[in-house]
């Protein structure tokens, strides 16, 4: 190997080191994804399966690519070809290896089993013919204060007090305004079809909509009344909570009207529209709701609720107060968050954006040495009303101040 003059990105959830105009990724993975090739400038969702079976069934591009990279032999893979990872793995051992055409290779690193892509340990690739001691010394400082901040981060993560994940799903839902709903569609029989809705949940947690009859969706419901709303509790963020809800639509009845009319304009203050002669209310009754989130990280989760345990979910009583406290805080307090955030979980963060809270804790955007990524910090104990998370953020800072 030569050696690497880029520096070590730390987002990449597999990063590589060239290999003439390919590049090979390495990461360390319980569960190796199928391997194949991606040509340069391409797009990662279409890519060239190959055989990686043996050095007998591969190409002669192959075969030079593996004696580069000093892979020897190969197994079958018998796990079916996924076109829409950006880099596929295929097995060596406890680890796995991703060979990709790139015309701009990135900095090669190992990722542990189950590691979140924010961190992970670097492996200097350089040969001894063209390191210096000096260069070996730093590289070996530098996966050290990475190792531990990866570990620190990981320990904190799994320990953080959180809600229980259905009522965290009932709340996130009942604070949410905007999904995509997806139906049957009439005019392409079999096929689904989704739209951008606005919504409000009701007592129950089942979804308001209103909708006007010209709609391509209010069309389809009345022809299937099964259909399902996703949310993202952030749109820009897919390692964060989505949440699937599947249901029946059924019309508001007229005697109902009226306070499903105030539950959704309290939400939808502007939506002047709903008394339009055209529109007109429904509510998705909930069969089942499925969640997954911490996609491509260590916290990985994922499961499914009955319409019963749904319904018997309480919303968080402290989740209504996320926005004036953390918009507070965010504007005359960013220090403040920064030392606390620094105090919880030993990681000297750059700079930390409160997003949201709940009675245990609130969720952060912290950025570390230009990475950025979300955290958790829990409160001390269970916030009973907004003047009492006042006094939980208090009492953190003082205790940050006084250990710093």
Request: proline fraction near 8%; glycine fraction near 4%.
């Amino acid at each position: 190997m030569t050696t690497l003059a880029r520096p070590w990105a730390t987002l990449s959830p597999f990063s590589r080191f060239p290999i003439g105009s390919a590049s090979v990724c390495v990461s360390l993975s319980p569960s190796p994804l199928p391997f194949h090739f991606l040509p340069p400038n391409s797009s990662p969702f279409f890519s060239r399966r190959l055989s990686m079976a043996s050095s007998s069934h591969s190409t002669p591009q192959v075969a030079r690519l593996l004696a580069k990279g000093r892979v020897e032999r190969m197994t079958t893979l018998a796990r079916p070809w996924a076109t829409l990872s950006p880099f596929s793995r295929f097995p060596i051992g406890s680890a796995s290896v991703c060979v990709s055409l790139s015309p701009s290779p990135l900095p090669f690193h190992f990722l542990p089993p189950n590691s979140s892509p924010f961190f992970s340990r670097p492996l200097s690739m350089a040969s001894s013919s063209h390191s210096t001691p000096q260069a070996v010394s730093a590289a070996g400082e530098v996966q050290a204060d990475h190792t531990d901040v990866f570990e620190i981060i990981q320990s904190h993560q799994e320990k953080a007090a959180r809600l229980p994940p259905v009522e965290e799903i009932r709340t996130v839902l009942d604070r949410s305004v905007r999904g995509v709903l997806s139906t049957f569609s009439l005019k392409h029989d079999g096929y689904p079809s989704g739209s951008m809705v606005d919504f409000a949940c009701d007592a129950d947690g089942s979804p308001i909509l209103a909708v006007s009859s010209l709609a391509v969706h209010s069309k389809d419901l009345s022809a299937n009344a099964k259909c399902s709303l996703l949310v993202a509790r952030d749109h820009d963020d897919r390692t964060d909570l989505v949440i699937t809800l599947h249901g029946d639509a059924i019309p508001v009845s007229e005697n109902e009207r009226a306070a499903v009319r105030s539950t959704y304009l309290a939400r939808h203050p502007k939506a002047f529209w709903v008394d339009f002669g055209d529109f007109q209310f429904i509510r998705i009754e909930p069969k089942v709701v499925r969640y997954v989130s911490g996609v491509a990280t260590a916290l990985l989760g994922s499961g499914e609720f009955s319409a019963e345990e749904y319904k018997a979910a309480k919303v968080d009583p402290i989740a209504q107060f996320s926005k004036p406290v953390t918009s507070h805080m965010n504007k005359d307090h960013a220090d403040d968050t920064k030392a606390i955030v620094q105090h919880s979980t030993s990681i000297p963060v750059d700079f930390a954006y409160m997003l949201d809270l709940d009675s245990l804790g609130f969720n952060v955007k912290v950025d570390y040495q230009g990475s950025t990524f979300k955290l958790r910090i829990p409160f001390p104990r269970r916030a009973e009303d907004r003047k009492d998370v006042k006094t939980l953020i208090v009492e953190m800072l003082q205790a940050a101040k006084s250990s710093g």
